[in-house]
């Protein structure tokens, strides 16, 4: 389920389900989610959510699920399961994704009119359960026009872990 949290006119916060088209993720906890500016220029965002956990607590795959948020709020929401080429990261939960991008990805836009994502995501880090015996990762894997790849940099990243956040400044 998808929800949206408003003040209304009296500054009272409301809480409203969203409907949505097409298939929603399934359910999962200890996934990650950030927006993505599209490239079309319509003022239309998207919203990523990767990876997570089952109710049973097993990793799920980092198969990317998109909501499109049209800009004209009287058109419907939508999700959406591009597929991503490239090599994924493994199943994984308690990791971090942020996009960036943004103003420079949107005015560059997607080669020959496709619907692509302006925004770069990164993913980085994570583990594979919620078990004693579960993995973290200190990987860094980059989505881009829904391409995975590894990351690369020149510096030494920080030690593996999970339950961690990432933000853009």
């Known amino acids: 389920d998808l929800w949206s949290l408003a003040l209304a006119a009296d ?3 409301r809480w ?8 929603a993720p399934s359910a999962r906890a200890c996934h990650a989610c950030c927006a993505l500016p ?18 049973r607590w097993r990793a799920r795959s980092m198969r990317p699920h998109v909501l499109s948020v049209p800009a004209d709020d009287a058109a419907p929401l939508a999700w ?8 994924a990261p493994c199943a994984r939960a308690f990791h971090s994704t942020v996009a960036l991008g943004g103003a420079r ?6 080669a020959g009119g496709e619907d692509a994502y302006a925004a770069v995501a990164l993913v980085f ?10 993995s973290n990762y200190g990987d860094l894997f980059v989505l881009r026009r829904v391409l995975w790849s590894p990351g690369t940099h020149a510096l030494f990243g920080p030690r ?8 853009m400044l």
């Open 11 to 13: 500054g009272a916060p």
């Open 16 to 23: 409203t389900e969203l409907r949505c088209a097409g298939r």
């Open 38 to 55: 599209s490239s079309r220029g319509d003022g239309e965002q998207r919203l990523l959510v990767v990876g997570g956990l089952t109710p």
């Open 80 to 87: 959406s399961q591009p597929r991503a080429c490239g090599e």
């Open 105 to 110: 990805a949107a005015r560059d836009g997607a």
């Open 125 to 134: 880090g994570g583990g594979d359960g919620a078990t004693a015996r579960a």
């Open 160 to 167: 593996f872990r999970a339950a961690a956040t990432c933000l």
